[in-house]
């Protein structure tokens, strides 16, 4: 259901979210290391709590994590954050063509630019595995990434057949294999 129709001027960050969990039934509680609290000015109708949550915290550099139905935490959008409060996932990739070595090394040189907490990848060489340890988004990045990159090598292949020719039943039908003879030296 969306919230009534709110306006606050140079509030602070802090009772603007308790009031939006109040009027959501929703226990709100700050992380006492990773909150900041700064006045904030926002105007919020016809919006849903997520919406509403998503467009105060993400402007104010802060993000949410669900802890049950009806609690959630707030705190600083930073890497310590993340840490603290992402929810990290564990997948085991079985490789059929692609060398762990290479894919390794790509991963850790994608997946660091993208991901707010870096993930850990484990490469296997011996069961031709890549485990990787990170954020659930993050391992379906990794998992993308993973398929793409393991794809059987190109390769060409050419058919080659050797026929035998009886020179007497060439000439038979009108073929004089003669003209086509190379002369080695």
């Known amino acids: 259901t969306p919230l009534p129709k709110v306006q606050f001027t140079n509030a602070s960050l802090r009772d603007v979210l308790t009031f939006i969990g109040t009027q ?4 709100v509680q700050f992380d ?4 900041r609290d ?3 000015t926002v105007a919020l109708e016809n919006v849903t709590v997520e919406e509403a949550l998503q467009q105060i915290l993400s402007t104010h ?17 930073n890497q310590a954050g993340h840490l603290k409060y992402d929810d990290l996932v564990m997948q085991v990739f079985y490789l059929s063509h692609a060398d762990t070595q290479e894919v ?10 993208q991901a707010q907490v870096a993930p ?3 490469p296997n060489k011996t069961s031709n595995t890549i485990a990787v340890r990170a954020t659930a988004p993050v391992v379906a990045v990794a998992e993308r990434l993973i398929r ?4 059987p090598r190109a ?3 050419i058919e080659v057949q050797i026929l035998e020719v009886n020179r007497n039943r060439a000439k038979s039908f009108g073929i004089n294999l003669s003209d086509y003879a190379l002369g080695l030296m």
Request: glycine share 4%; hydrophobic share 45%.
């Open 24 to 27: 959501s039934g929703i226990n």
């Open 32 to 35: 006492q290391q990773y909150f």
């Open 38 to 40: 700064v006045p904030v």
């Open 61 to 77: 550099g802060h993000f949410y994590k669900v802890l049950n139905p009806t609690t959630i935490v707030i705190a600083q959008d």
């Open 104 to 113: 390794s090394q790509a991963l850790n040189t994608m997946m660091r630019i």
């Open 120 to 122: 850990a990848i484990y």
């Open 148 to 151: 793409a990159l393991d794809k």
């Open 155 to 157: 390769e060409v292949v």
